[in-house]
């Protein structure tokens, strides 16, 4: 028995050599193995959508010898999604998606991992801001709502998600560019203000166009403007909101991120397929269905952006009173 | 009404091909099978299914994805009434007097009425949907803020209903549970409270993962203290016990279409969910009934009116999504999801711009209940022999599914954690006689009262006449006020009545 | 009962002044409406009056046999329950480690043989089986990504 006992742990530490080395190997031909999409966010979102697109598409038209698998780790305004994949370090088998949280998260304090724990692998595309008011509303155009803002500070009320997020910041910009002082109210997600402004119980909602358009097309909402320099291509008769002197430009970007300090090679293949996907009809149709605005970015400019961006948020977040101070 | 017919026909002419018909009821099944398993509910299972409606068409998905979320409503009474173990959130009120009727050995009419009434409910909302869809779209939003606190406070006032005979008990439980739903990031200030650091907490504490710790882990904890004994009595297996008898019927009747209607017209307010509506259906049941000391012991109205209406609820919810393109909850924002990953986009205009869609799903959805009553019936003779496994074999099965499927909602070890810390809150909650019930019910609501409170006052500039003033909420707050101070009335006037009679 | 309910009735106590104290470092609000702090307070408050109630109602009730039985059960039951919640917290610390399928499997071993004192076949059929079937359904059906060890599994 004893000698049996012997044997088998012989027998288990050759096979976890073996293990290892058939590891090390696989590192050279990557990918060996699925790799796995981290979505920060819960089901049904916008980057839900996004990932599973992008996952089926790279499947089906083999654009990686191995397939994405989708994994959604929502929780603690993206922290988790990010804290778990910084903890991957070094393994390329693992992206997160990033979007606004993937910067303001860290920012607020909220996550212990930032920036320097993730190697940018690419940007995809770029989200659209809005301002849309009901129908009924007494404002035709941004204009005369900040006019009546600037008479009545607080009294017009804005819809929009949790403090941080990209509602938020650009109920911010508008106060900031026009210098009024808005009255923001929060709700649980975009349905919730859409409901609320469709009942005629706030004034304005920031939204992005995959969620306004179908309502501005009925005619139940009005936009008064987009957070852009220029008209959307989409949609060129809705005027940008600097052309009418209100000077807030916002984009939520769309990218995907890997742990710190994955081969040089593994990023290599992974932007060079990714740069692949946006050539796809699979992502002109997603684009185009989500009215996103295409954007493609390779690692290094995708970091850069994320750079600037990050330091834009501080000031932002800062001002709006979400940085603790320490 | 000839337009709703042509219509309806149009649907059915979609609905039967042999394909739609045959993803229906391949959406119904997988339905069924997720509902039954714990902690994993209508929401991620559409979730982690919309793969598989890759290259179908959209009319298609939707039928497959609709039939997997009334499904999950359907199967989530099965493990509530036989092990305590909530399916899914909005089964945690079946499982009140479902779990006590099949203790005392009347497993088979309880699973019965589920299934029954979870038939009559959601055929009863789909007629809803079908006859007034497109009007129901303005009052689904005129519900503001003032309106939704309106109702979640009266919701609040209703908890102490689950209280029995320990009013202050249940108070209690309920203020810890309010406490409870407190905890995680604050989104009107972005504050974190309660967090103790922990990043899993700030989202909160999971619903679920609670409600499966207090209820089902508790339970174990308290069948195993005496070495193995058979749980269920006597458990009668005999082909007339399995279903609900004539008296049953009468008793449940007035349960069964108030729980429908309640169902859907507060399943139709985006925001609200199906376990707001089954809890305010019993709540109210309990308040109407002529015996309302005997709720929570084992009544076959406490399984018909939650039951009823958390598949009514799931019919309310189609009317935003459908007529307006706002989902009202969890499940229902994944199906938008879905729907957009097939390029198409609900809005106001999709009646008119995409009918055989619309219609087409109806119909399916007709086809779908009777499915599901089809396939549900004969597995109530299944389920109930479930119960012979002996217990020492059940216990292991019961941890681990529980375990399973509570990890399986967010991929997220820590809510195994709270499972098993509300699990050990449970079996002492047990002993001191505090009710569950109002605590974790204290949890949903609890988040949507301070939610709509604040977003009022922040409206109203700090002004509370704005609760009053409007007239929907002033009428619901001034009914939830009159259910709150109830017992204070009825001891002034027993005290009147009877002078000399002491306070307690 | 009266015993056990008066110790409740201080734990509860304690619990609404750690509340109390959290819900006053909490900044006020910013916007027109109460803070992040309003509920958690008064919430504390109203939990104050409630523990209060629920000792002084236990301390004045008159001691008799029925409020002399022992609330919690023997030493005997109060092990076994024991024996479970450390092997389920043991399974759930150590399944990102083991893995599901080897974790899931220890945790029915442990609980039958353990805690019940199975027999050996009935004890590796259930584990065999359970452990099998929810791998089956969750991971392959379902495509839940379950924890797995560092081997794969």
């Known amino acids: ?24 190997i696989a590192a050279s031909k990557y990918p060996e193995k699925p790799i796995t999409v981290i979505i920060h966010a819960g089901a049904g979102g916008g980057s839900d959508i996004f990932a599973r697109t992008m996952a089926a598409a790279i499947e089906k038209e083999r654009i990686l010898p191995q397939p994405l698998v989708v994994e959604n780790k929502p929780g603690g305004s993206g922290g988790i999604a990010f804290a778990y994949v910084a903890g991957k370090k070094k393994d390329p088998y693992f992206l997160v998606t990033a979007v606004t949280s993937f910067l303001t998260t860290p920012l607020m304090g909220l996550t212990p991992v930032g920036l320097k724990d993730f190697t940018p692998v690419a940007n995809f595309a770029f989200d659209e801001y809005m301002l849309m008011v009901n129908t009924k509303s007494k404002f035709k155009t941004a204009k005369e709502a900040i006019d009546f803002a600037r008479a009545n500070p607080k009294k017009v009320t804005v819809g929009g998600t949790q403090l941080g997020s990209s509602d938020s910041i650009c109920t911010y910009l508008i106060e900031k560019a026009a210098g009024v002082q808005l009255n923001y109210v929060v709700f649980n997600g975009g349905g919730e203000v859409n409901a609320a402004l469709l009942g005629g119980h706030i004034d304005m909602a920031v939204a992005n166009p995959g969620e306004a358009l179908e309502l501005y097309k009925s005619g139940k909402v009005r936009i008064l403007g987009v957070f852009q320099e220029k008209r959307l291509v989409g949609a060129p008769d809705i005027p940008t909101l600097k052309e009418q002197g209100i000077n807030a430009i916002y984009v939520q970007n769309r990218g995907l991120c890997a742990p710190a300090g994955i081969p040089a090679d593994a990023l290599k293949t992974l932007e060079e397929a990714f740069l692949k996907y946006t050539k796809t009809e699979a992502f002109k149709k997603y684009c185009k269905d989500n009215m996103l605005t295409e954007a493609y970015m390779d690692s290094a400019a995708f970091g850069k952006f994320l750079e600037e961006w990050n330091g834009k948020y501080a000031v932002i977040l800062k001002d709006m009173n979400l940085i603790k101070k320490k | 009404m000839l337009n709703i017919f042509d219509n309806l026909i149009l649907g059915f002419q979609v609905a039967t091909s042999w394909e739609n018909i045959l993803f229906c009821f391949i959406g119904v099944l997988i339905g069924t099978l997720i509902g039954v398993l714990p902690g994993i509910g209508p929401t991620t299972g559409i979730a982690i299914l919309i793969p598989i409606t890759f290259g179908m068409s959209a009319t298609t998905a939707i039928i497959t994805l609709a039939g997997i979320y009334y ?58 949907l079908t006859l007034i869809a497109p009007p129901l779209a303005s009052y689904a939003v005129s519900f503001g803020p003032p309106e939704y606190f309106a109702l979640t406070f009266m919701g609040l006032t209703l908890v102490s209903a689950l209280g029995g005979d320990k009013p202050l008990k249940a108070y209690i439980s309920a203020v810890v549970g309010l406490m409870i739903s407190c905890v995680g990031i604050d989104a009107i200030s972005g504050v974190a409270r309660f967090t103790m650091g922990s990043m899993s907490l700030l989202d909160g504490v999971g619903f679920i993962g609670m409600a499966i710790g207090l209820f089902a882990i508790s339970e174990i904890l308290v069948n195993i203290e005496e070495p193995i004994k058979q749980v269920f009595s006597d458990a009668k297996l005999g082909i007339r016990s399995l279903f609900p008898n004539l008296q049953d019927w009468k008793d449940s009747f007035g349960a069964l279409w108030r729980g429908s209607l309640l169902g859907f017209f507060i399943g139709t307010l985006p925001g609200s969910g199906a376990t707001l509506c089954s809890f305010i259906a019993y709540a109210v049941e309990k308040k109407l009934s002529a015996h309302p000391e005997k709720f929570g012991t084992g009544v076959i109205e406490g399984v018909a009116a939650p039951e009823g209406a958390n598949n009514a609820a799931a019919g309310g919810a189609m009317v935003p999504l459908l007529t307006l393109g706002i989902p009202s909850g969890g499940a229902t924002a994944v199906m938008l999801g879905a729907l957009m990953i097939h390029g198409l986009r609900p809005g106001p205009m999709l009646f008119s711009t995409n009918p055989e869609f619309v219609w087409g799903l109806i119909a399916s959805m007709y086809i779908g209940n009777v499915f599901l009553v089809i396939l549900n019936m004969p597995l109530v003779g299944l389920w109930v022999k479930l119960l012979k496994v002996p217990y020492k ?17 967010d991929n997220n070890v820590f809510d195994m954690w709270v499972m098993f810390f509300f699990g050990m809150v449970g079996y002492v909650m047990r002993k001191l ?5 109002p605590m974790v019910l204290a949890l949903v609501i609890g988040r949507l009262v301070e939610m709509s409170l604040r977003q009022s006052l922040t409206i109203s500039h700090g002004d509370i006449s704005i609760f009053f003033t409007r007239p929907i909420s002033g009428v619901l707050t001034v009914v939830a006020l009159l259910s709150l101070f109830s017992p204070l009335f009825r001891i002034l006037w027993s005290r009147y009545k009877a002078p000399g009679k002491s306070l307690a | 009962m009266k015993k056990a309910e008066m110790i409740t009735g201080i734990v509860l106590l304690v619990l609404s002044g750690l509340v109390i104290w959290g819900a006053l470092q909490m900044p006020p609000s910013a916007s027109f409406g109460p803070g992040a702090g309003f509920l958690p307070f008064w919430l504390g408050v109203l939990l104050t009056v409630l523990a209060t109630i629920l000792f002084v109602s236990a301390w004045k009730r008159p001691a008799n046999d029925k409020e002399a039985e022992p609330v919690f ?44 004192r199975e027999k050996w076949p009935l004890t590796l059929t259930i584990s065999v089986v359970t452990t099998g079937t929810l791998y089956v359904v969750f991971q392959v059906l379902l495509k839940i990504t379950l924890p797995s060890s560092t081997f794969g599994f």
């Open chain 3, 73 to 116: 059960p023997g030493k005997q039951a109060l092990f076994a329950i024991a024996s479970v919640l450390v092997g389920v917290a043991v399974y759930i610390s150590l399944i990102d480690t083991l893995g599901y399928l080897v974790d899931t499997f220890l945790l029915i071993v442990f609980l039958m043989k353990v805690v019940e």
């Open chain 2, 433 to 437: 006689d505090f009710p569950a019930a």
């Open chain 2, 71 to 128: 499904g999950a409503m359907y199967g989530g009474s099965t493990t509530s009434i036989l092990i305590n173990l909530p399916g899914e959130s909005a089964s945690v009120m079946t499982m009140l007097d479902g779990y006590q009727m099949a203790k005392k050995g009347r497993p088979g009419p309880a699973l019965g009425m589920a299934a029954l009434a979870s038939f009559i409910a959601g055929t009863v909302a789909i007629v809803l």
């Open chain 2, 393 to 409: 074999v059940l216990m292991p099965l019961i941890l681990t599914i529980s375990a399973t499927g509570i990890f399986a909602t």
């Open chain 1, 1 to 24: 028995m004893k000698r049996f006992g012997k044997l088998s742990l012989l027998f288990a530490v050759a096979f976890c050599i073996a293990l290892g080395a058939a590891n090390a």
